[in-house]
Structures are given as C-alpha cells and as structure tokens.
T-cell receptor, first 113, second 119 residues
Framework: GENVEQHPSTLSVQEGDSAVIKCTYS??????FPWYKQELGKRPQLIID?????GEKKDQRIAVTLNKTAKHFSLHITETQPEDSAVYFC????????????FGTGTQLKVEL | GAVVSQHPSRVICKSGTSVKIECRSL??????MFWYRQFPKQSLMLMAT?????????EQGVEKDKFLINHASLTLSTLTVTSAHPEDSSFYIC???????????????FGSGTQLSVL
C-alpha cells in the first residue's frame, strides 16, 4: 500500500517568513495530493490540492509543488501569519482506486510574533 | 465547499457499552464515505471505507465486528463502536467524497469529528 512520509514534524517560523513542508510517497500510481490544515480538536480543512498532471499550483499565499519522478511534493506558505499556526497534513491517493487517502504524519506549524 | 455533519461531537461512555456515531453529507450524495481514527498528536488512520448499499471495506488490523459500519442511504453512514473499552478512546472522524466535480475532480470533505472517551 501507499506510504507517505512528512517532514518536519514541527516547524517554528517568525511572522512574515515562509514555511515549507515536504512529503514523499511510495506508490507511483498515486495521482492526487491534497493538503489539510487541522486546528486542535477540529476537522481537517482542505487548503490546496494538486493532481499528477500538474507540477505546481498556487492559491494566494499557499503553493504546492509536485515532483512525480522523485515522488515528493511540498507545501509552501509565504508571508506567514499567526492564524496559520496549526497542524498540516499531506496526503496521497489514487483516484481510480476510490480516492482512499493515505496521510502523512503531520507538521505542527507555529508562527511566532 | 461541501458540508459533512458528524454527531455527536463528544461522547463519554462506560466500558462495555456501545456508541453510535453518525456522518451525514448535507448538500451532496455520497456513495462512499471513509472513517478515520486519530490519536492525540498523531495522523489520521483510515479504519474503513463505507459503501452505500454494500458492506464496508475494513483496513488491515481493524476489527469489523467491533467497529460496525452501516451506509444505508446516500447521505448517511454510521459507525458503531461495540463493547467499547478505554483503549478505544480516540477522535473518530468521517469524510465523504463530493462527486459533483466529476471524476477525477472529486474532493474529500471531513466531518467535525467525535471525541470518544471510554471510562
């Protein structure tokens, strides 16, 4: 089955700096890579996703890049704000196989004033 | 985005009792829903895939007789934790696939989760 690794487990940045979270996946059949933000005790919220036919996608301060050859994808947050503090999860799925997500281990992002 | 409702948000029960958790898709029909379990400061672990009108598909290591899943309609899936024990205490969360974007643009949306505490 799919295995998703995520680094770092914790990340502390100063407000206004950029944050980068990296994930690798093992199953070359995976073709859908969403990122979720989860605040304590709350549901994961989809913040951005990318499909394997695209190398990069951007939505305001958030961007995701995908390297299919190396089987890794990254989340980039620019101009970080305190409200960006949360746990971020990457995930991978093969949409032809029912869209069953395999999650990374999560990154606790803390944006300090 | 699509709305997935999950109830209850929190439940405390005695060891040996059963607890039912409901997951509803409010503005779309979900032929497939997923149930996850999340321990504190850990990732979401898929427990089972719930398919409308058929049996659920369980992940390896998940006891199907302990975690009963029913997906009787296109908008409702239930997870029943039978004979709950303290080690079953966890955050249970469902997700549903919104098919309105059309394959392969379907997205997954999550319920608000249920914190189960077994005394």
């Amino acid at each position: 089955g799919e295995n998703v690794e995520q680094h770092p487990s914790t990340l502390s940045v100063q407000e206004g700096d950029s944050a980068v979270i990296k994930c690798t996946y093992s199953d070359s059949a995976s073709n859908y890579f969403p990122w979720y933000k989860q605040e304590l005790g709350k549901r994961p919220q989809l913040i951005i996703d990318i499909r394997s036919n695209v190398g990069e996608k951007k939505d305001q301060r958030i961007a995701v890049t995908l390297n299919k050859t190396a089987k890794h994808f990254s989340l980039h947050i620019t101009e970080t704000q305190p409200e960006d503090s949360a746990v971020y999860f990457c995930a991978a799925a093969y949409t032809g196989g029912g869209n069953k997500l395999t999650f990374g281990t999560g990154t606790q992002l803390k944006v300090e004033l | 985005g699509a709305v997935v409702s999950q109830h209850p948000s929190r439940v405390i029960c005695k060891s040996g009792t059963s607890v039912k958790i409901e997951c509803r898709s409010l503005d779309f029909q979900a032929t497939t829903m997923f149930w996850y379990r999340q321990f504190p400061k850990q990732s979401l672990m898929l427990m089972a895939t719930s398919n409308e009108g058929s049996k659920a598909t369980y992940e390896q290591g998940v006891e199907k007789d302990k975690f009963l899943i029913n997906h009787a309609s296109l908008t409702l899936s239930t997870l029943t934790v039978t004979s709950a024990h303290p080690e079953d205490s966890s955050f249970y969360i469902c997700s549903a696939r919104d098919p309105t974007g059309g394959f392969p643009n379907e997205k997954l949306f999550f319920g608000s989760g249920t914190q189960l505490s077994v005394l």
